[in-house]
Each structure stands twice: as structure tokens, then as C-alpha cells.
């Protein structure tokens, strides 16, 4: 899973991205209960080999969320740092629905 602490883990990102990320990272606390804390894992580059310097611009966000934790793959774009992130909401297959399989419920009265 790649389980780094939120210092390594923002030494690893760009640092154009990295600003975005700090709060989250070092202020995580999620809720009332000072137990829960989100964590940055999976951290990887979209960028070529040959960029010079630490370039990860994609990582996996697990978030405490009733009594589950969520995962979220964001993917930022190291070289347009400006531009916002894809997300890919995981394992929740059911967070976006198909919408031609959504149920039908119009009233005939």
C-alpha cells in the first residue's frame, strides 16, 4: 500500500502541488474523533522519467467516513499544476450510478 508519513510524503510531491496538499496531509484530523486522520498512500508520477526532481502528481486519499474508510485515487497533472484533479472514486461502485439503471418512480395520480 506504499504507507508513508505525511512528511515523506510531501517531500515526494511536485512542488507545484505541493501547497495543495500540506494542510491535508500534516492537518488531516477527520470529524470529532481526533482518531481519524486522512492518509495519503500510493504515491505515483504521471511525468517521464527524465523530469528531474520529485514529480508524484498521483496518489491514492483514504478518508474516514462513518465508520468506513474511502478511497480515492486523485490525479493531478504535474506539468499544469493550475488545472484541477481527476478523481476516481474507488471502491464505491455505487457513488455514481448508471443513470439508464436509476429507478423510475413517477406518480400516475
Same mark, same amino acid.
Given at each position: 500500500?506504499? #504507507?508513508?508519513?505525511?512528511?515523506?510524503? =510531501?517531500?515526494?510531491?511536485?512542488?507545484? &502541488?505541493? %501547497?495543495?496538499? +500540506?494542510?491535508?496531509?500534516?492537518?488531516?484530523?477527520?470529524?470529532?474523533?481526533?482518531? #481519524?486522520?486522512?492518509?495519503?498512500?500510493? =504515491?505515483?508520477?504521471?511525468?517521464?522519467? &527524465?523530469? %528531474?526532481?520529485? +514529480?508524484?502528481?498521483?496518489?491514492?486519499?483514504?478518508?474516514?467516513?462513518?465508520?468506513?474508510?474511502?478511497?480515492?485515487?486523485?490525479?493531478?497533472?504535474?506539468?499544469?499544476?493550475?488545472l484541477p484533479p481527476d478523481f476516481i472514486f474507488g471502491e464505491d461502485?455505487?457513488?455514481?450510478?448508471?443513470?439508464?439503471?436509476?429507478?423510475?418512480?413517477?406518480?400516475?395520480?
Amino acid at each position: 500500500m506504499n #504507507n508513508v508519513s505525511p512528511e515523506v510524503a =510531501l517531500h515526494r510531491i511536485s512542488p507545484e &502541488l505541493r %501547497p495543495l496538499l +500540506c494542510s491535508v496531509v500534516r492537518n488531516g484530523r477527520v470529524g470529532l474523533d481526533s482518531t #481519524n486522520f486522512l492518509r495519503v498512500t500510493d =504515491l505515483k508520477t504521471g511525468c517521464t522519467s &527524465l523530469t %528531474p526532481g520529485p +514529480c508524484c502528481d498521483r496518489f491514492k486519499l483514504h478518508i474516514p467516513y462513518a465508520g468506513e474508510t474511502l478511497k480515492w485515487d486523485i490525479i493531478f497533472n504535474a506539468q499544469y499544476p493550475e488545472l484541477p484533479p481527476d478523481f476516481i472514486f474507488g471502491e464505491d461502485a455505487e457513488f455514481l450510478p448508471e443513470p439508464s439503471e436509476l429507478p423510475v418512480s413517477i406518480s400516475t395520480h
